[in-house]
């Protein structure tokens, strides 16, 4: 008689670890960190807006030696078909340039004069208290690791629901030696 016997390989793997939003943050910051100490602070970012509707703007953040130097705002909106006679009228959309004493004065438009560590401080804050009832929680890093952007939104509102943290930006890293 022959014995059949069988082996059962049993693996255990142990679960990975659940990664929370504010330590994939602070990996994220040592990432940033790295890179604009590899730029010496010099850096520009652009924080864009658009509605469902079409209208929109750009803020230009830039930076040099890790403070803002400058901040420039375009908004853009449906373009308005008028009679041949009335082109001269069409009014040119607003767009405006802070540097000096000026940054911060126009209060009432375009992202905040903030350097890419202060989106970071503000995304931790965010991250460290619960999301509000009927908001979504949204934190993304760019292709080298780095924040884009970390928010909470009302999922109660349709269109064009106004966001609470960092909004969505793009990074725009000069070229070493520049």
């Known amino acids: 008689m022959f014995a059949l016997f069988t082996f059962f390989a049993l693996t255990v793997r142990a679960a990975d670890p659940v990664i929370s939003d504010a330590d994939r943050l602070k990996q994220s910051l040592t990432i940033w960190e790295t890179l604009r100490d590899k730029h010496q602070g010099n850096y520009t970012y652009q924080v864009s807006h658009s509605s469902f509707i079409g209208a929109g703007s750009r803020t230009t953040i830039v930076v040099r030696e890790n403070k803002v130097v400058e901040r420039i705002y375009e908004k853009f909106g449906i373009p308005v078909l008028l009679p041949p006679d009335d082109e001269k009228k069409v009014p040119m959309p607003p767009k405006w340039k802070e540097t000096g004493k000026d940054l911060g004065s126009h209060s009432d438009e375009g992202a905040p004069v903030r350097t890419v560590d202060?989106?970071?401080?503000?995304?931790?804050?965010?991250?460290?208290?619960?999301?509000?009832?009927?908001?979504?929680?949204?934190?993304?890093?760019?292709?080298?690791?780095?924040?884009?952007?970390c928010f909470q939104v009302n999922t109660m509102i349709q269109d064009d629901a106004p966001i609470i943290g960092v909004a969505p930006f793009k990074l725009l890293m000069p070229p070493l030696g520049k």
């Open 118 to 149: 202060e989106l970071y401080k503000v995304a931790a804050d965010l991250l460290s208290k619960p999301v509000p009832e009927f908001h979504r929680q949204s934190l993304a890093f760019d292709d080298k690791g780095v924040i884009s952007h």
